[in-house]
Nanobody, 124 residues
């Protein structure tokens, strides 16, 4: 069983930055693609960014491209989401998730384990 624990959320003004972290338990972290998703109140969960098992490939939602950066440190079992130039529409609960073995995906149904989420609120 894999446990994922997100941290780094909070309240920030528009234009500000936050860095989310997700610490994974277990010894298979380096073999899996990882992703970040978010869910705003009254909306469906949506894809934000994903990274391949070795960090060599990344995908981003169009809405965050150029502002967010996903990265990982396999030695620390941690995946990060650096969020810059934040906008009020980025307000949501952000979830990290473990995806396919030796792969990468933008589809939530390819992810088997999910964290509890961390709240990001961007004020205007």
């Amino acid at each position: 069983q894999v446990q994922l624990v997100e941290s780094g959320g909070g309240l920030v003004q528009a234009g500000g930055s936050l860095r989310l972290s997700c610490l994974a338990s277990g010894r298979t972290f380096s073999m899996h693609g990882m992703g970040w998703f978010r869910q705003a109140p009254g909306k469906e969960r949506e894809f934000v960014a994903s990274i391949s098992w070795d960090g060599g490939l990344t995908y981003y939602a169009e809405s965050v491209k150029g502002r967010f950066t996903i990265s990982r440190d396999n030695a620390k079992n941690t995946v990060y989401l650096q969020m810059n130039s934040l906008k009020p529409e980025d307000t949501a609960v952000y979830y990290c998730a473990q995806g396919p073995s030796f792969g990468i995906s933008i589809q939530s149904d390819r992810y088997n384990y999910w964290g509890q989420g961390t709240q990001v609120t961007v004020s205007s």
